[in-house]
């Protein structure tokens, strides 16, 4: 098994053999193949989602925000496909930082939003 990603409650692994990416969660040990709990870091069972306990650089974002217009959204240079899903990426952005994004990266015009830059703005503001 290879880890594709992990945060303080949830591990997204591939089985090597099968190629099938499924979701665990840690709180209850649930187990979901379900492609929608894994975009969505979901668990079914504690009926909660997982995005709030990632760790910075792997917060998710929807790829299809309404405001485009903030400085916080950086242009896509590279991208690694999240083996098992159909539109999973690791993404890295201009600025340097790594994210995980799910979507359709032509519609989203080859932006995503970085979190990193932003908090990084907001705690010098501080």
Known sequence: MSV???G???????????????????RCGERSFN?????????????????????????M???YEANRSSPFYKRIVGKSWIIGTLTGYTVTLECGHSLMIFGNLDSANWLAYCTECEEATSSVAD
């Open 35 to 59: 492609r929608g709990d894994i975009a969505n870091l979901y668990c079914a069972k504690c009926k909660q989602f997982h995005d709030q306990d990632l760790a910075p650089g792997i917060t």
């Open 8 to 26: 303080p409650t949830f591990r997204i692994r591939t089985d090597d053999i099968s190629c099938e990416t499924y979701i665990d969660c840690l």
């Open 61 to 63: 974002r929807p790829v």
């Open 4 to 6: 594709t990603v992990t």
